[in-house]
């Protein structure tokens, strides 16, 4: 198993109805799992944690040969710990374990919906070759077309619609990378950037809309040429608030999750706060508010308040925590999910946010007392990560990091860096606007040179950043709060990825079912248009197609084929790869 947000890894477990030892069988584990099953574990592989002299939550030794898991280090000179069969594990504990678990919370960084099993979707490895394969700048635009095999009808539907998301995700940060070129530039004005970039180009326009809203015949004015002057403007107007939206989250609640521009070292995010030394100068100023009185703080360095006002701002930032109009209403209405799931503004494009899907996490401090509204990152609860947070930086109490951190807050709402919105019941929310995230993009040289990337020494978990930001977080404590590690700088190499952002236009996968059920039209229409390709913006380069296509049926020229299931007889293999490669007698199976 791993975890999408921190990247780290392990094994999955089941315990068994009490107790810490395991189930006497491991067939269950991924049935437990996808059931909900509250006594699955993610066991993550700590091995640098098991160095740490001080106590760290959720550390672990499981014992191999006996199927336990002990809360007790054992002797290292001891014969199973020489030969391997003790691992130190970080693995979720206390009362609300079990309950945890049913949402997927990582041991490691204590995000939910965060554990992942390897090596069990075909599609997403089918979506990544096809990714590679149409962003290839040396493959001629002819050939950036593919056929799809798969023997359930339900999967050719499923899987068209998949790759096609997750290709977008690709164009779009291919896109956005193009926009941004040289510039410095915030996220109001990179979203414009790439509008202004696809220009009146029908295929440019047409792939910066996901799949999704595309074809629907309120965005057709923005894409489409030859449309009414009003029809365009309303849809261009739609298109730029989803293209907003997308490009805060990439900058923001997604940015620490995949292959980001951020994480492959393609663009670099700062919130920016003003002149140089302006994060020490609001850090001084939020204690002056304090009360010297009740919480002296003889001796805080500079480069402490440096490190705990930028971990603020871009904890912020990494949450998702960014106004935009359409989150206006699901943080008054005290972050309730229905306000950006069911009762969303569909007609606008806005994506949905069902229970299972991180959503964004704005700041808050309630007003009266009693609980924060599930769905609000917390504040002044000492248990909270920003009162954590103050408390390792400026080494006070989490109760007094909680009283320093209602003070910063207020003093970066004062200079205008942070807004609020009051919910229905009192709650104050926090948010950065768009325009204080500010973006370029690092040269491989500055990766190389460890400017732009910092990684804890311990959990290893990777903290991109501005120069500004590196210098101000370097030497400070890890971002994960449950790590003892703290932050280095390290390099950053160039890397495939990076490599496809920064070419030039990546071609756009448009995938469409080709199965029995589709009506007779609809199908010949998919078969012709995959024949033409041209400059169609909604012409198919990818067919998933269950053996209705096996023979009989011309599709013109084809070099690639991918068996997303295995036939049951060499015949339907032989007739399923034949389909390509029947110009030249060269294809890709």
Not at 314 to 327: A, D, P, Q, V
Request: hydrophobic residues 40%; contains cysteine; proline residues 7%.
């Amino acid at each position: 198993i791993y975890c999408r947000h921190c990247g780290r890894s392990g094994w999955g477990a089941r315990l068994a109805p009490t107790g810490s030892t395991l189930d006497v069988t491991d067939e269950a584990i991924r049935a437990d799992h996808a059931a909900g099953a509250s006594r699955f574990r993610a066991l993550i592989s700590a091995p640098a944690e098991a160095h740490v002299a001080q106590p760290i939550e959720g550390l672990r030794w499981f014992h191999l040969d006996h199927r336990e898991l002990a809360d007790q280090p054992p002797d290292p000179d001891s014969a199973e710990v020489l030969d391997g069969r003790v691992l130190p594990v970080l693995t979720l504990v206390g009362p609300d374990a079990d309950e945890q678990s049913t949402h997927d919370f990582c041991p490691a960084c204590g995000v939910a919906d965060g554990i992942r099993f390897l090596g069990s979707a075909v599609a997403t490895q089918l979506s990544v070759t096809l990714s590679n394969l149409f962003g290839d700048a040396n493959l001629d635009a002819v050939e950036k077309k593919a056929l799809m095999f798969t023997d359930s009808v339900q999967d050719a539907a499923h899987r068209a619609g998949f790759v096609q998301a997750q290709s977008h995700r690709l164009s779009l940060r291919t896109a956005l990378r193009g926009a941004l070129g040289d510039r410095e530039l915030d996220l109001t004005q990179l979203a414009q950037s790439v509008i202004d970039r696809a220009g009146d180009d029908p295929m440019l326009r047409y792939q910066l809309l996901p799949p999704d809203i595309v074809d629907r015949d309120e965005f057709f004015g923005f894409w489409k040429s030859g449309v009414h002057p009003n029809t365009r403007r309303a849809a261009e107007n739609k298109a730029k608030r989803r293209l907003q939206f997308d490009v805060d989250l990439e900058f923001g609640l997604q940015s620490r999750t995949g292959r980001t521009l951020e994480l492959t070292g393609s663009v670099v995010a700062e919130v920016y706060l003003g002149a140089p030394n302006r994060a020490t100068i609001l850090g001084r100023r939020a204690l002056d508010t304090a009360d010297p009185t009740q919480l002296p703080l003889p001796g805080v360095t500079d480069a402490a308040l440096a490190r705990w006002v930028r971990g603020t701002v871009e904890r912020i930032r990494t949450r998702g925590g960014i106004h935009h109009e359409w989150l206006r209403p699901y943080i008054e209405k005290n972050a309730n999910r229905y306000q950006i799931w069911g009762g969303r503004p569909r007609g606008q494009g806005m994506p949905a946010f069902p229970k299972g899907r991180a959503a964004p996490a704005f700041p808050a401090i309630k007003s009266a007392t009693g609980a924060l509204p599930e769905g609000f990152d917390p504040i002044t609860a000492a248990s909270s990560w920003y009162a954590r947070w103050a408390s390792r930086c400026l080494d006070v109490s989490p109760n007094d990091g909680a009283f320093l951190t209602k003070a910063l807050f207020a003093e970066l709402t004062e200079k205008m860096l942070l807004s609020t919105v009051l919910t229905e019941t009192g709650t104050t929310a926090y948010g950065l606007p768009p325009t204080t995230v500010q973006l370029h993009a690092p040269t491989a040289q500055d990766l190389l040179d460890s400017r732009f990337l910092l990684a804890c020494s311990i959990c290893q978990t990777p903290a991109p950043g501005s120069a500004t930001t590196v210098d101000e977080l370097y030497g400070a404590p890890c971002l994960l709060i449950r790590c003892p590690g703290t932050l280095h700088r390290v390099p950053k190499a160039d890397n495939f990825y990076r490599r496809l952002y920064e070419s030039t236009e990546m071609k756009r996968v448009v995938a469409r079912e080709h199965t029995s059920l589709l009506p007779t039209k609809v199908r010949l229409d998919y078969e012709t248009a995959f024949k033409r390709g041209g400059t169609d913006p909604q012409a198919p380069n990818v067919l998933v197609a269950t053996p209705t296509l096996e023979m009989g049926i011309d599709i013109g020229d084809l070099s690639t084929v991918m068996l997303g299931s295995l036939p049951r007889s060499v015949s339907s293999y032989v007739q399923r790869v034949g389909r390509a490669g029947r110009l030249t007698g060269n294809s890709l199976v």
